[in-house]
């Protein structure tokens, strides 16, 4: 029985990302499918727009009421994210509060983010502690009202949002799109917010040291729109990874110790010469 088959009695679990002109999910999509197949999850990719009124891509990661209503836990992730050697699906929810991650990077970003939209949701006693990024949320279906109070929220605001992103722009300040419009709304409606370890959204991870120990140790790993190209080169370094990690444990399963064969990464030598090596440990596993 396959595992989708004997799992059935968990939770419906949608782990979607939006992509509406955004190449990048093209490198990142097939790990998610991956994922979401081992988790007994399904993935899916929003890439047009529902907006009632609007077409503010990033809006879209708050349609799922519309589009998808019949799950019973929603994990959002940007498109240009990963999941990690430590992700289980499980432990991004709590109850019926919406789970998130706090975001101290880009503090200048942060500010003039708050400070832009201070007009539409003035700040008053908002926790600068609690900002959170807005690239992995995880909420369960009780909580579809509010993401929809939300949606209604941004699309009836919507010439006052756009006027404000339009300043922003003439001054050539980055500000974001949705970011600190959920972090705002979410604090004048008193949202009760569960905050998940910075492992679960671990950003610049290509800035954060071993690239290896962080993917090994992450639930998931987003790349603030990280080019494409490189993006792509990444995944494929962790495919490689787990290409490396399988064999050395079946080797070490069969000998119970690490062998003459464990192979060791190192600049020296090419992906290419890697591969052969690799090749050569299952033929011999084989025969």
């Known amino acids: 029985m396959s595992k989708r088959l004997s799992d059935k009695a968990k939770p419906r679990t949608l782990i979607y990302t939006v992509a509406i002109d955004y190449p990048i999910v093209e490198a990142t999509k ?119 109070d939300l949606l209604k929220f941004m699309e009836d605001n919507y010439e006052k949002i756009n006027l404000i992103y339009k300043k922003a722009k003439e001054l050539k300040i980055a500000i974001g799109r949705d970011q600190t419009i959920i972090n705002l709304y979410s604090f004048t409606s008193k949202w009760d917010l569960n905050f998940l370890p910075p492992t679960f959204n671990v950003q610049y991870p290509t800035r954060r040291g071993d690239f290896r120990s962080i993917f090994n140790n992450s639930s998931i790993l987003h790349f603030n729109g990280l080019r494409s190209t490189k993006v792509r080169n990444i995944t494929q370094k962790i495919k490689f990874y787990e290409l490396e990690n399988s064999l050395l444990d079946k080797e070490f399963i069969k000998e119970n110790k690490f062998s003459n064969n464990r192979i060791i990464f190192s600049p020296k030598i090419s992906k290419v010469q890697y591969l052969k090596k690799f090749i050569f440990l299952k033929l011999k596993n084989i025969f």
């Not at 990690?84 to 109850?95: H, T």
């Not at 975001?103 to 700040?123: G, T």
Request: proline letters at 4%; glycine letters at 6%.
């Open 30 to 148: 097939p790990l998610w499918l991956r994922q979401s197949e081992i988790s007994n999850c399904d993935f899916k990719v929003i890439n047009k727009n529902y907006l009632k009124k609007g077409s503010i891509a990033h809006w879209n990661k708050y349609v799922t009421g519309r589009v998808y209503p019949n799950y019973d836990r929603y994990l959002f992730v940007d498109a240009d994210t990963i999941p990690g050697g430590k992700f289980d699906v499980d432990q991004f929810f709590s109850n019926d509060r919406i789970s998130v991650c706090r975001d101290y990077f880009m503090l200048d970003w942060i500010f003039n983010s708050l400070h832009f939209f201070d007009e539409l949701l003035p700040l008053r006693d908002f926790n600068l502690d609690n900002y959170f990024n807005s690239g992995v949320i995880a909420y369960g279906k009780e909580f579809l009202p509010k993401i929809e």
